[in-house]
């Protein structure tokens, strides 16, 4: 292609050369003919200025022509390039086929389609390349260059070398291809792969068989909708309805007037139950979950349980809650609760009259299973534990208190003989004594065996039967004893007498004195005898009245005060202000608490005090009296607190051994105990306990109206 001046370059220079040739006409008309060789080399100069001056423009204009010609071919190459990548980039496979349908031009994704490269495809013809694809396409891409129209294949199976042995699922379309003045070009060919959609087709339609064949078996059926505006709208439900409703699952189909769900659906829910339902479910939020249980009318008029279990999807581009929701049927469930139920609560009211009718057994009872862990007892067992329930535990590590403490071997024994035993247990610190009974039971076949302890307090019954003997003792002794001390008493009053008479006619002679001393002393020691025989052997017979028990104290102590005095033995009170009464017969309460601190200033050493306190305080659930009296002296002997009781039984010099047996008899007649001991910090400590008859508040009140 070959560039010529443009018409300004052309005008340009022909104004240069006119210029140059006026300048040329001027030198020669100035120099004249003298100057010839002047004038040839001037025209020469000017000719070839001119000369120069076109061929510059005429060098110029071609060098821009070839400027303009470069930047088409860049734009051209530009252009090829772009469509290139974008026939590379799309994902859509692309092939251009001359007019004998051979391969011009392939795109990547149709060598990646075809599992060979562009390379093996150019200038072959189309059944060369992949013989099955070309039979196929090779009628459509020649109808479509003869035609001129689109041709399209809607489905095309095929096996490529890309994936050997696995059918692929292409759609194809074919276009003729002309140039600018019409003629034919060729063919260009489009082919999309379908493989994973189809796949996911048959899946779908093989997971909607499955999902079908899973909601015809299921006992449950299933409804879902939309929820707009509070609304349940675009209803439907699984045939399986029918099973449950017994109403026919085209009753179901037909929405209501307002495009509702069917009236039906609202219809066989039981009136009782509809306003719960229609909340829960059109009032659900999105992404909650509701569930209920309610009731259904059916076709043949029973009704039915169903626990309906609903969930909601989050808001759509409409603003709608995608709903589903399974009914279960638990009609049987429901009876079998109710049932269920009922047994439940005859268990229990079983249960009760059976705690109830155990705790009302007054003697502990306690239920072992045969490795010895406790399984169950009665309030009373509950109560020796200090109120706490050591159900679940061994008894060897829950017994800490007796009686059950102590029955720890006959339990040891009926695990290993497997029959039954008594014991009769004490506890010395409580002083309280308990009868356990114990028993090994075996279940049928052996397999549940249990060891059934029962606790008898025997206590009191041990208290009065030796109460009896001793009173039978006392009252057969306390006979003989009046018998013998009236007796003694004449020839006593006799002796007195003659010693009196003696001392009367010899008083003034100084041998005879200590002899009258002697025999006075041994008369007023046998008075003191024969008055102590009296006071054991009297029979039970006094002035009971309900009284205060500090003026009886008081005088008692007023009694012993010469005594004390002799002794040189102090006695410190601590007596309380206010006690509450007492019933007593108050000349014998005085004898015994005369002959407790008399014994006591006895025992004491010169110098040393007796302490004498009275108190109000309680003990196995009721109020006493407790006076208290504690010595100065050594104590009593371990081996001597069994028999101090005893009568005639003394160790000290010149006693009668009478004294504490006369002031535990008063105290039994009086329902109090008495009990002996050492205190820690030394001494003999003798504790007497009266029952109180009213408080001290009382006490003070019937005092002062009584003043």
């Known amino acids: ?51 120069g001056t076109l061929a510059l423009l005429l060098l110029r204009a071609r060098s821009r022509a070839h400027q303009v010609r470069d930047a088409a071919l860049r734009s051209a190459d530009d252009a090829s390039a772009l469509r290139e990548a974008v026939m590379d980039v799309t994902p859509v496979g692309f092939a251009f086929f001359d007019r004998e349908l051979r391969y011009v031009h392939v795109n990547t994704a149709l060598a990646a389609m ?26 459509r891409l020649q109808l479509a260059l003869d035609t001129g129209t689109s041709i399209q294949d809607t489905l095309l199976q095929v096996e490529t070398p890309a994936a050997p042995g696995e059918t692929r699922y292409w759609f194809g379309s074919y276009l003729r291809v002309c140039g600018a003045k019409g003629e034919v070009l060729g063919v260009i060919a489009a082919l999309s792969e379908l493989t994973e959609r189809m796949r996911a087709e048959e899946s779908l339609q093989e997971h909607e068989g499955r999902l079908d064949v899973l909601t015809r078996s299921l006992p ?91 969930a909601a999807s989050a808001l759509d581009a409409q603003g709608e809650l995608h709903v589903g929701c399974v009914v ?59 109120g706490m329930d050591p159900s679940g535990q061994p008894l060897f590590t829950a017994a800490s208190a007796p009686p059950w403490s102590h029955a720890l071997p006959l339990v040891d024994e009926l695990r290993r ?48 039967q030796a109460s009896l003997r001793r009173n039978e003792t006392m009252a057969a002794m306390g006979a ?24 009367a006619t010899f008083g003034t002679r100084a041998e005879l004195k200590p002899y009258v001393d002697v025999l006075r002393g041994e008369v007023k020691r046998l008075n003191h005898l024969t008055q102590e025989l009296f006071e054991y052997g009297r029979p039970t017979r006094g002035e009971w009245v309900e009284g205060p028990v500090l003026p009886v104290v008081a005088d008692a102590l007023s009694a012993c005060a010469l005594a004390s005095e002799r002794a040189g033995v102090s006695v410190d009170r601590a007596l309380a202000d206010a006690l509450p009464r007492v019933r007593m017969d108050a000349r014998r309460l005085f004898h015994v608490f005369r002959n407790v601190v008399e014994n006591a200033v006895q025992h004491s050493p010169a110098g040393s005090t007796v302490r004498v306190s009275a108190e109000e305080v309680e003990e196995t659930g009721r109020a006493w009296v407790r006076c208290t009296v504690r010595d100065g002296g ?31 008899r008063i105290l039994e007649e009086h329902q109090g105990v008495i009990r002996l001991g050492n205190h820690p910090e030394g001494g003999a400590e003798v504790t007497l306990l ?15 109206l009584a003043s």
């Open 634 to 664: 050594p104590g009593f002997r371990a081996e001597d607190l069994p028999h101090v009781f005893e009568p005639f039984f003394s160790k000290r010099r010149g006693g009668t051994g009478l004294g504490l047996s006369i002031v535990q």
């Open 480 to 503: 003989i004893v009046a018998g013998v001390a009236h007796e003694v008493r004449n020839p006593l009053f006799s002796i007195s007498a003659v010693v009196d008479a003696v001392e």
């Open 114 to 139: 075809h599992g060979l490269s562009a390379e093996r495809h150019l200038g072959r013809h189309v059944t060369e390349v992949m013989p099955d694809l070309g039979r196929l396409i090779a009628p």
């Open 328 to 386: 279960t049927d638990i009609t049987d469930r429901r009876l079998a609760d109710d049932l269920r139920q009922r047994l439940h609560d005859s268990f229990r009211r079983s249960a009760q009259e059976w705690r109830r009718t155990f705790d009302a057994v007054s003697s502990p009872l306690m239920v072992l299973g045969p490795d010895g862990t406790v399984q169950r007892l009665n309030a009373a067992a509950i109560a020796l534990f200090d």
């Open 1 to 51: 292609m070959h560039e010529f001046p443009s018409r300004r370059q052309l005008l340009l220079a022909v104004l240069v050369a006119t210029t140059l040739s006026a300048a040329v006409e001027g030198v020669w008309s100035y120099s004249g003919a003298a100057n010839t060789p002047a004038r040839i080399l001037l025209t020469s100069a000017v000719g070839l200025l001119i000369s």
């Open 417 to 464: 003989t497997h029959a039954s035993a008594t014991r009769e247990l004490g506890d010395p610190l409580s002083r309280r004594t308990w009868e356990v009974s114990a028993t090994w039971v075996d279940e049928a076949g052996g397999e549940d065996s249990r060891i059934i302890l029962v606790a008898t307090e025997v206590t009191r019954l041990l208290e009065l």
């Open 690 to 704: 009266l029952p109180a008859v009213s408080s001290p508040h009382s006490a003070q009140h019937v005092d002062s």
């Open 220 to 310: 449950d059926y299933l409804w879902g909708g939309k929820l707009r505006d509070g609304r349940l709208r675009d209803f439907y439900c699984t045939p399986v309805i029918e099973r449950t409703t017994g109403y026919a699952a085209s009753a179901f189909v037909r929405p209501a007037p307002d495009g509702g769900p069917p009236p039906l659906w609202a219809e066989m829910i039981h009136p009782e139950d509809r306003p719960r339902y229609r909340a829960s479910i059109e009032g659900m939020a999105p992404g909650a979950e509701a569930e209920l249980e309610h009731r259904l009318i059916c076709a043949d008029g029973r009704v039915r349980w169903v626990r309906s279990r609903a």
